[in-house]
């Protein structure tokens, strides 16, 4: 009996390791930068807002409501007109981000102003990793570190 368990447990330790290995071989669609950039880039062309506002990290997600996300791009397409393809650029590392340049190419002229209207636009998407996957920074954001010490909590602004 004792045999047995051993057996057992000996099989069960390699079919979790084989699993661990091919898991960390296997990466998820959105454990890559350029595919998360890709996939927000033709949400927004699509004007499926639910699917990109997911793609948004979680400090944007909880400082901007659905609606606000929404009235943003929809205000971006009066303003600019709507994009119908993108190009990426250029992908390249600053610090914990990774910047994503690509232009955009526009179909239709603005309503209100033609005054600023380019066929192509040049923009930049930094995205942040967090949580075992890449999201795209929406918004510009404070984030307070604060640190126990003796002499009490120290506080430190990181703007991003």
């Known amino acids: 009996m004792l045999g047995s368990l051993k057996g057992r447990d000996y099989v069960m330790r390699k079919v979790i390791l084989i699993f661990s290995l091919l898991s960390c071989a296997y990466t998820p669609p959105y454990n890559d930068a350029e595919s998360v950039a890709e996939e927000y880039l033709r949400?927004?062309?699509?004007?499926?807002?639910?699917?990109?506002?997911?793609?948004?990290?979680?400090?944007?997600?909880?400082?901007?409501?659905?609606?606000?996300?929404?009235?943003?791009w929809n205000d971006f397409f009066n303003r600019?007109?709507?994009?119908?393809?993108?190009?990426?650029?250029?992908?390249?590392?600053?610090?914990?981000?990774?910047?994503?340049?690509?232009?955009?190419?526009?179909?239709?002229?603005?309503?209100?102003?033609?005054?600023?209207?380019?066929?192509?636009?040049?923009?930049?998407?930094?995205l942040v990793y967090e949580f075992r996957r890449w999201a795209v920074k929406f918004r510009k954001y404070t984030i307070i570190k604060e640190t126990p010490t003796p002499y009490g909590i120290e506080r430190e602004i990181i703007k991003e």
């Open 43 to 72: 949400a927004i062309e699509r004007e499926d807002f639910k699917k990109a506002y997911l793609l948004i990290d979680g400090v944007s997600r909880r400082a901007t409501r659905f609606e606000e996300f929404e009235k943003y």
């Open 80 to 126: 600019y007109g709507k994009p119908y393809k993108h190009t990426i650029i250029d992908i390249s590392r600053d610090g914990k981000y990774v910047v994503v340049e690509y232009s955009w190419s526009f179909q239709r002229l603005p309503e209100n102003d033609t005054s600023i209207f380019l066929d192509s636009r040049g923009y930049r998407l930094r």
